[in-house]
């Protein structure tokens, strides 16, 4: 009988209980090899490697199936030109710009600061460092699902409402001011403080591309699987897509 389960439980019991009897069964063999020499200080050669031992049984064939499937997984990268607003909301606009597919960040323009001093001459200012830059990058998959069916964890995508912060002058008390300050609240036309933002908006597109390669794997594991195991039959997942838009 073919027992319906989600795929991410299905993942956690083949890497946690049935792959791992690989590792256990390879080290009780090897602790009790050097039981048998009375000391672990004695050198031991064991020769040429015979036929893997299992003390705890051998993993079952759906669990290797799965590994297999996993393994398999193409890498992935994040379309940013059609769902960086999906990843990020409002957020994007402390992004910029948006890239384009494979664009370095040093051919980004830097923000730049205009004002006149107290003698009416224009200052231009490249501010730096240069706002955050969203840099395509490609996502390992097979990685990213096999460590969090081993950990029995779900990918971190940061669900924190970042937060402003002034950058000190020169490590000082007041904030940095680009323009003039020509005394109390009165300061040159363009004048402004530039701000860190924590935690970094970069920080948590990272976050999100993890879980969301993390997850469209689970999606193709579960049509992948659906009729090739033995014993079980992964159902749809019980994890959204992007669940930071439904926390908003």
């Known amino acids: 009988m073919i027992e319906a389960i989600d795929i991410e439980q299905l993942l956690t019991w083949a890497y946690r209980e049935e792959l791992a009897k690989r590792e256990t069964s390879s080290a009780e063999a090897i602790w009790e090899k050097l039981a048998d020499y009375g000391s ?16 705890h049984g051998t993993p079952h064939p759906d669990a290797i199936a799965i590994e297999r499937e996993v393994a398999s997984l193409p890498d992935a ?19 910029d710009p948006t890239p384009q597919q494979n664009a370095s960040a040093a051919s980004v323009r830097p923000t730049r600061a205009t004002w006149r001093n107290r003698s009416g001459q224009l200052v231009e200012v490249d501010l730096q460092p240069p706002r955050d830059v969203i840099a395509v990058r490609t996502l390992r998959t097979s990685a990213l699902v096999t460590m969090h ?33 020509y ?39 579960a049509i992948r699987l659906r009729y090739t195991l033995s014993e079980y039959s992964p159902t749809r997942l019980s994890a959204t897509e992007m669940p930071w838009n439904h926390s908003r």
């Open 40 to 55: 672990m200080a004695v050198r031991v050669d064991f020769g040429q490697r015979g036929p893997q031992r299992y003390d």
């Open 183 to 221: 005394g109390k609240l009165r300061y040159s036309v363009g004048a402004c403080c530039p701000l860190r933002w924590e935690p970094s908006p970069i920080a948590v597109v990272e976050a999100r591309s993890d879980y969301l390669a993390w997850w469209r794997g689970l999606r193709t594991l």
């Open 149 to 181: 069916a081993k950990m029995g964890t779900r990918p971190d995508w940061l669900d924190v409402q970042l937060t402003p912060h002034p950058v000190p002058a020169n490590n000082g008390p007041h904030p940095k001011l680009y323009g003039e300050c």
């Open 77 to 95: 990268v994040i379309d940013w030109q059609r769902e960086a607003y999906s990843v990020l909301g409002s957020t994007l606009a402390l992004v």
